[in-house]
């Protein structure tokens, strides 16, 4: 394929998605490119599950791991914080007479 220039022909292009078609390019290269748009979608996991009652079949391990790799997408994903180093879990105690702050998204592990 070194021998065609590489070419990119955009197809259809919307508000959620955009169909092209890549030529002259070798298979690495596409799917570092696609790998690439892939990560460059803002998305949301799972991050702690607790399962209270688990009468299925399936461990609860199995169960979780399985929910944190469900991608969630959101225009909020590039705004949230990282639990693992985030006290937006942390209980706040509110001052009397203080607007809340809801300057920033809080984590999902607050649930």
Request: proline letters at 7%; hydrophobic letters at 40%; glycine letters at 2%.
């Amino acid at each position: 394929m070194a021998d065609q220039p590489v070419s990119v022909e955009l197809t259809d292009l919307t508000a959620d998605e955009a169909k092209f078609v890549l030529r002259g390019c070798d298979l690495p290269m596409a799917n570092a490119l696609r790998r690439v748009m892939i990560s460059e979608v803002p998305t949301m996991a799972i991050d702690w599950v607790n399962i209270e009652k688990n009468t299925s079949v399936l461990h609860d391990e199995f169960i979780s791991h399985r929910l944190g790799l469900i991608p969630l997408t959101s225009q909020l994903a590039r705004k949230m914080e990282y639990t693992r180093v985030s006290s937006a879990c942390d209980p706040k105690p509110v001052e009397a007479n203080q607007p809340e702050d809801r300057s920033r998204p809080t984590s999902l592990c607050c649930f």
